[in-house]
């Protein structure tokens, strides 16, 4: 068969871009991927960020933004802080005033909802939290949640974080939440589950005498409202409970998560590194542990911008509460470390990065 001159310079041609073309393609997608070797092993995503303290000033908005960028975070819950010393106490932190009430307010989630609407956001990916809520008055939730919604249409695509028991803070007028409030949380659990939005919650396991003194009451959440997204914060671990053996929290937890599919574990918090991961055989628990459940763990630093922390301060916590990462295997590493767990959770369409290999 003959080809003439011009054919078959067209073919080489055509066969010479497809070659360079794929070659292209393939250094595309190796450069794609992430290499744990030469990568940070802290997360991209930080699901527990307050944005405002407990009392005194906040570090200013854009600066916030800066040391979330500076730090390597993409993604970000923002919450406030739901109970709030009084302002006239002068307190800046609870555990330093025992008997100054913390009130929850939603003042926290309009200063949020101004600065992010007004100023945007700088590139990062913000999920605004709802952090008003009294889970013991839960009467008052719903018509929060609608004015919200009218003063800033679709903004907020979160709730927490809420405590349904923090023992830290029963020298400042908080309580358990008593359980006939939980049986009464229909009408605004509705609301969260309608538009497929996460529940924070802070919930105390127990303490060092009961280590499961409280394990009662987030059964009851998860199982009056099973079709609801739940969160639970520093996997049920507070300075009260501590120290716990691993075998036993891990045994716990799994437990719930078991039992329980729409229930996710924050693993935010530098007290969980501190106690958990320093001790090998402890961590390798943990290790162990998120490689099975990395689907549902979301990563975190429970950081509270009060004026006074510097970019310094945030750095820390995002390499100290991260300090576990490098230990996961591929699978949890790209769930946890590079998003994909969390992306799943809110619906949002990207896809993290393979690991090299």
């Known amino acids: 068969m003959y080809i003439s001159k011009q054919r078959l310079c067209g073919l080489l041609i055509t066969l010479l871009l497809a070659a360079c073309s794929n070659s292209s393609s393939d250094r595309e997608s190796s450069q794609q991927c992430f290499n744990r070797d030469t990568r940070p092993s802290t997360a991209i995503v930080d699901?527990?960020?307050?944005?405002?303290?407990?009392?005194?000033?906040?570090?200013?908005?854009?600066?916030?933004?800066?040391?979330?960028?500076?730090?390597?975070?993409?993604?970000?819950?923002?919450?406030?802080?739901?109970?709030?010393l009084d302002a006239a106490s002068g307190c800046t932190y609870y555990r330093d005033c025992p008997g100054v009430p913390a009130i929850p307010s939603v003042e926290d989630d309009?200063?949020?909802?101004e600065d992010l609407t007004t100023n945007g956001a700088d590139g990062i990916h913000v999920t605004l939290a709802m952090t008003f809520p009294d889970l013991a008055k839960p009467e008052d939730i719903v018509s929060t949640i609608r004015w919200l919604d009218e003063?800033?249409?679709?903004?907020?695509?979160?709730?927490?974080?809420l405590n349904l028991v923090k023992e830290a803070l029963f020298d400042n007028s908080h309580a358990a939440t008593p359980e006939a409030a939980i049986r009464q949380w229909q009408e605004f659990m509705t609301i969260l589950r309608d538009r497929n939005m996460p529940l924070s919650l802070h919930s105390d396991l127990g303490s060092v005498d009961n280590p499961t003194k409280y394990a009662h009451l987030m059964e009851l959440a998860l199982e009056l409202y099973p079709n609801n997204i739940i969160v639970w914060h520093h996997m049920g671990i507070s300075e009260e409970l501590l120290p716990i053996d691993s075998s036993f929290h891990i045994g716990i937890i799994e437990g719930f998560l078991n039992k329980y599919p729409n229930l996710y574990l924050d693993i935010s918090w530098r007290i969980i590194a501190d106690s958990l991961y320093r001790e090998p055989t402890s961590r390798e628990a943990y290790v162990q542990f998120f490689n099975t459940h990395s689907a549902r763990i979301l990563p975190g630093t429970d950081f509270v911008a009060a004026v006074t922390k510097t970019y310094d301060d945030y750095q820390d916590e995002v390499a100290v509460t991260g300090s576990i990462n490098r230990y996961l295997n591929d699978e949890a590493f790209r769930n946890i470390v590079l998003g994909q767990s969390y992306f799943d959770l809110i619906g949002l369409n990207r896809t993290a990065p393979d690991i090299c290999q």
Do not use: C
């Open 110 to 113: 309009l200063a949020n909802a």
């Open 151 to 161: 003063k800033y249409p679709n903004a907020f695509t979160w709730m927490g974080e």
């Open 47 to 84: 699901s527990h960020y307050h944005m405002r303290p407990f009392g005194g000033d906040a570090i200013p908005y854009q600066d916030q933004l800066d040391n979330l960028k500076r730090a390597g975070i993409q993604y970000v819950n923002i919450y406030g802080i739901g109970q709030r």
